[in-house]
């Protein structure tokens, strides 16, 4: 995918932790992390733990799956988000190029960050677990 201006960068990078409170603690007392928010999302097996957490413009997203499986191949990080300006363009330009998506349609989160994000996921060569987002 060529960058004609849709991607506009970084949205943040997930990774995913058998802990949430003990990783956030980690993160923000040790590191100097700021907490920004936690929200739950609900998938397939569960209750999705999530937080938001941020350091000199990285937001880090911290996930705790329902059932933690130490055997959980997914990639070093659970997922980097990239920032899109019109995710229905960007779709169609990633599917035209080949590129399989991990679901049909995009999904909304509310209230993330002090807005709306309308995402969707597709995987990277390695398997890599990669987000678009735009903020909506």
């Not at 943040?12 to 928010?37: A, M, N, Q």
């Not at 880090?60 to 799956?65: A, D, K, M, S």
């Not at 191949?73 to 659970?78: H, I, L, N, P």
């Amino acid at each position: 995918m060529s960058n004609d201006g849709n991607l506009t960068g970084l949205e943040h990078i997930g990774t995913f932790v058998t802990d949430l409170e003990r990783s956030k603690k980690f993160y923000c007392d040790v590191l100097g992390f700021k907490f920004i928010e936690d929200f739950d999302v609900e998938i397939a097996s569960g209750l999705l733990k999530t937080s938001l957490i941020e350091l000199g413009g990285l937001i880090l997203h911290l996930e705790q799956l329902p059932n933690w499986n130490p055997e959980f191949k997914d990639s070093v990080f659970g997922h980097v988000c990239i920032n899109v300006k019109d995710i229905k363009a960007a779709i169609e330009d990633l599917k035209a190029k080949g590129v399989k998506f991990d679901m049909e349609n995009t999904f909304v989160l509310n209230n993330i960050l002090g807005g709306n994000m309308e995402c969707i996921f597709f995987r990277g060569p390695d398997n890599e677990s990669i987000e678009l987002c735009e903020r909506c």
